[in-house]
């Protein structure tokens, strides 16, 4: 039987976290930058019968409850650190940490420090580094990358309306583009402009062969923002990771794909996959 934070628990309120499903091992999924918890809205349903689901919004995301401090948060070890407080938080027992973008190498930071808290990790479009170095394609160039966070302090709105089209990267869905659009805007600008330059000037490639716990990367078959490289830099340097390109365009494949998403993550899982044919 899992044990569940009380709403006394200061945690809850202040990162939003909400439980459902069972008395099932706890699956906790981490929205990526930009974004809230309910952009798993398309694959929790998929596991609440024999899961128990957590899912939470980033500090200065979604509804958290507490004021954005970037002296706290000036690397993702800051994120990290929230993630091993839920952790603790929600029990004793080990999670499954399913994590977006930014969010699975906060995952990964988390699981190097205390190993004992995760029983899998699942990456969903990782990247240990955005920006190309020697012998290393990240995506972007030094270049690239100041480019964009220029435009996003010039024009906060405008960033988000030229950027969601190449995140999302479905245009015969455009209410997906539009939602990712309205979700970037949601954020205050201060906390996108600061929470983007750590994301995308962040190095954890070193990170990755310090991790213990079994991994599945997911990766999109065209991804603008972390391309098909980048997932197989993090599963060659990740030991023992299981690697699985979904047939999607878009760095979101839990929005353009969940029914391969959780397909995907469910035949990862010890027992589990056998409810989705």
Known sequence: MFSAPSNADPTVARYNLRLAGTSGPTILFAHGYGCDASMWRLVTPGFTDNYRTALFDHVGSGRSRVPYDPDRYATLNGYADDVLAICHALGPEPVVFVGHSVSAMIGVLAAVREPERFSQLVLVCPSP??????????????EDIESLLILLEADHDGWARAMAPTIMANPHRPELTEELVESFCRVDPQVARHFARVTFTSDNRADLERVQTPTLIIQSADDGIAPLSVGDYVHQHLAGSKLVVINTSGHCPHLSAPVETTKAIKNFLPDAGASLA
């Not at 580094?129 to 030094?142: A, E, P, W």
Request: proline letters at 0%.
């Open 129 to 142: 580094c955005y920006i190309d170095d020697d012998g290393y394609q990240g995506g972007f160039t030094r």
